[in-house]
């Protein structure tokens, strides 16, 4: 057994970690599971980096299709997406999104307007900042999570939710995109 606060050691080091928070085991499974398939909002956000962007949403379908719909927003969500109406926190990591203009694939269905805040060029990425129409998420494990990312730029918003997306070294910032769920092309980030 080996003891860690770095996340990147453990995920790379560990055939399986324990994910743990106040001294309560808060799930333990191999690397990518725990990356994939978060047991709570706190691991959700605590592993990866950037953190997952998190916001309430509202589970919608019709005619076999599911979307997910927050602030003014709504993105149609994969076939495998509950076909259920219901009140959910939606999760998108910065490392699903993509700008468009270089991606292989575009539907409109899953694209959202945003204005970049902030582009931080890293060399080998871009991580850009952007707020969405959506209150943030406001539960004791997204801020038990800030508190314990404290001064890693996990940000909580005020009223409105704050996104990242880690892009590539190619992106040029510009004022105004559209972000895409899925793939896409054109002047979007893509999710």
Request: charged share 25%.
């Amino acid at each position: 057994m080996y003891v860690t606060h770095d996340q990147v050691e453990a995920m790379t080091m560990a055939d399986r970690v324990a994910d743990m928070r106040d001294g309560v085991l808060q799930q333990i499974d191999r690397p990518q599971k725990l990356y994939d398939e978060p047991v709570n909002l706190f691991v959700a956000g605590f592993i990866g980096s950037p953190a997952m962007n998190l916001v309430p949403a509202k589970l919608g379908s019709s005619n076999g299709r599911a979307w997910a719909e927050f602030g003014s927003h709504r993105l149609d969500l994969p076939k495998r997406a509950p076909q259920q109406d219901r009140d959910v926190i939606l999760g998108i990591r910065p490392e699903s999104m993509e700008d468009v203009r270089f991606a292989h694939y575009s539907d409109s269905a899953q694209t959202l307007d945003v204005t970049v805040r902030i582009a931080e060029p890293l060399g080998s990425e871009v991580i850009v900042h952007f707020e969405m129409d959506s209150p943030p998420v406001q539960t004791k494990d997204v801020f038990d999570l800030a508190a314990d990312l404290e001064g890693s730029g996990y940000q909580l918003g005020r009223e409105h939710a704050t996104f990242t997306a880690r892009l590539p070294p190619t992106y040029r910032r510009q004022r105004r995109h559209t972000v895409e769920a899925g793939r896409g092309r054109g002047e979007s980030l893509s999710l």
